[in-house]
């Protein structure tokens, strides 16, 4: 579990301030920019049903296991019961879960893909996320189909729920495994944030792993480092590109050009 | 004696020194007081039973973090023969937070690897504390391809804080180092067992811990986050660790209850540290049961049952479409 990056929506109504540059953004200019600042090319978070509909063909998407949800195994009791936080975050974000899955065409590409949405607990990884990339990856090897998760995870691995999300960590892996050994593309997507458990499991073993620009992607948290060495982080530390540098993905990839990047790709196989 | 007493040990310490000042009392003078110190030894006996028997998960987060517990090369030492130590990943360095090689074990060449940590700052320093960069994470796969390729059975001694979350760490790709460990150890064609002989730190453990057979010593404890991480979190305030602890359900006998681990091996009465004899002894006992009885299935049923025990891990409710609908219309009706 890593530290949450607050990231303030700085908007009027009308619309927002860029994150980064600080640039005000009408909301209907956001919207045709695909939330992507004109002016830096900031990529501000998206939710994953945001993000389904921006790349699957209109009326395609088929949702799985969508009434799956976490029933506080440990009965964990931090300032808050834990029971208590996941219905707050089901009706802060309308999702039953932190991951959305199912099946759709990516132009004329059928796929299974699994997506993360960092705003329910973080993102974060408990025994619903695990036992949803777990059968998404299953659903591909059932059906013979590419596999598409997308990321976005600030939290890792979900505290509330123990050594039980831990494990999700290895259940995803392995499942990857089998859909290595059945010959299926897994492509991996980070987005920002892509961090701790998450990104030490699935998200890192896509056959292709693309970033979206400046995602912040990595095992600790900056903050966690920065309180173990007590010195400053490099610029850009932990970056997509910082990351690209150190080939440890194979390409940024800007959110208007995702989609046809994908298709191209999905062409090859 | 060791100088590292417990907070709650305090009892039994004060106990102890008083047999003793009775001891030496008694030798240095006529009176014999024998019956008077058997009965305060067997107060001892009873008083750390009692505290023993009965301690709380953050006891068992200091008890697992007792530096004068044994680490990895003690057991080594204590229990295996002929031990030869291989080293680095072949790409960047060598690791010496994860110590890996080959040694005879119950008649048999097999390989072990596990996090050291050190007994002392000086060790600690040269171990970095048991927390590895992703260079000891490939070591670690290195190691178990070619007891693989040998059929060597692979034991994994796991004792870290976490992962090390450093710059270097980062740069050279922590997550994918641990992410290719949990999926090579998955279908790694031999056996594997893991246990837990301290600290298991999240996914700086996870990543030597896939496993066939996964066990804990009685006072170690695996977490998916660090009692002080997740205080300074849910509470804002690291001073609240104790009760995080209490709620993580970190302990051998809570995950035993969750059907994560599959044995809980037992500590001399007082912790691993008062007798690393003893604790190997029942570590060695335990490790030899587990690979004769993994002996009786075949490499493909072996990885086929890891299969099957990691996919089943997982609790949450799946709510059918008519629960739902049902649902529905009651609210209707309240409308
Ligand atoms: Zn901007």
Redesign the pocket.
């Known amino acids: 579990m890593i530290w949450p990056r607050k990231q303030v929506e700085r908007t009027n109504g009308l619309g927002m301030r ?6 005000f ?1 009408l909301g209907k200019k956001l919207e045709k920019m695909l939330k992507v ?6 990529h501000f978070r998206l939710g994953a049903r945001e993000r389904i509909s921006l790349l699957l063909k209109d009326g395609t998407f088929e949702e799985c296991d969508s009434q799956m949800t976490s029933h506080d195994p440990l009965n964990f009791q931090g300032l808050e019961l834990y029971r208590d936080k996941i219905v707050e975050e089901q009706k802060k974000t309308g999702l039953t879960e932190a991951v959305i899955t199912g099946e759709g065409y990516l132009d004329n590409h059928p796929i299974v893909i699994a997506v993360t949405d960092s705003r329910f607990m973080m993102g974060s990884m408990g025994s619903v996320v695990g036992e949803k990339i777990t059968r998404a990856a299953e659903r591909a090897i059932e059906k013979r189909l590419p596999l598409l998760t997308i990321s976005g995870s600030g939290g890792g691995a979900r505290m509330q729920e123990g050594m039980l999300s831990l494990m999700q960590m290895a259940k995803t892996s392995s499942v990857i495994a089998k859909l290595n050994k059945e010959k299926l593309l897994f492509i991996s997507i980070l987005t920002d944030p892509t961090m701790g458990g998450v990104a030490a499991s699935f998200a890192s073993l896509g056959d292709i792993i693309i970033a979206e620009p400046r995602a912040l992607i990595g095992f600790a948290g900056p903050r966690v480092i920065k309180e173990t060495i007590h010195r400053e982080l490099p610029q850009g530390f932990q970056r997509a590109e910082f990351l690209f540098k150190r080939g440890l993905i194979d390409m940024i990839v800007s959110r208007g050009e995702l989609k046809k990047v994908l298709s191209e790709l999905l062409d090859k196989f | 004696m060791s100088t590292n007493h417990l907070d709650f040990e305090l009892p039994i310490i004060e106990l102890e020194k008083k047999i003793e000042e009775l001891r030496r009392f008694t030798s240095n003078s006529r009176m014999d007081l024998c019956r008077e110190v058997e009965a305060l030894e067997k107060k001892a006996e009873r008083l750390k039973r009692e505290i023993f028997t009965n301690l709380a998960p953050r006891q068992r987060v200091q008890l697992a973090r007792h530096p004068q517990r044994p680490h990895t090369l003690d057991y080594i030492n204590l229990i295996m023969d002929g031990f030869y130590e291989l080293h680095g990943d072949r790409m960047f360095s060598d690791d010496r937070a994860i110590v890996g090689g080959l040694c005879k074990f119950n008649d048999e060449t097999v390989l072990v690897i596990g996090h050291q940590k050190g007994s002392n700052i000086q060790e600690n320093i040269e171990r970095n504390f048991g927390m590895p960069h992703p260079e000891g994470y490939r070591k670690a796969l290195r190691l178990m391809r070619l007891a693989e390729k040998f059929n060597f059975p692979v034991i994994t001694l796991i004792d870290t804080p976490g992962a090390y979350p450093g710059i270097g760490a980062e740069e050279r790709g922590q997550a994918e180092a641990i992410a290719r460990n949990l999926m090579e150890m998955s279908t790694l064609k031999t056996s594997l067992i893991s246990l837990v002989i301290g600290e298991g730190g999240s996914g700086g453990a996870l990543g030597i811990g896939v496993a066939d057979r996964t066990l804990m010593l009685e006072n170690a404890i695996y977490s998916v986050i660090s009692p002080e991480g997740c205080a300074a979190i849910l509470w804002r305030d690291k001073r609240k660790a104790g009760e995080a602890a209490d709620a993580l359900c970190l302990t051998a006998q809570d995950i035993i209850k969750l059907r994560i681990i599959d044995e809980v091996v037992p500590e001399p009465l007082g912790g691993a540290h008062k007798n690393h004899e003893q604790v190997a002894t029942l570590v060695a006992e335990s490790l030899k049961r587990n690979l004769s009885e993994l002996k009786s299935f075949s490499i493909k049923e072996i990885v086929r049952r890891r299969f099957e025990k990691h996919r089943h891990i997982g609790e949450f409710l799946e709510l059918r479409e008519e629960a739902i609908s049902v649902r529905g219309t009651e609210d209707g009706d309240e409308k």
């Open positions: 860029c994150n980064d540059c600080g640039e953004i600042c004109p002016k830096c090319n900031y």
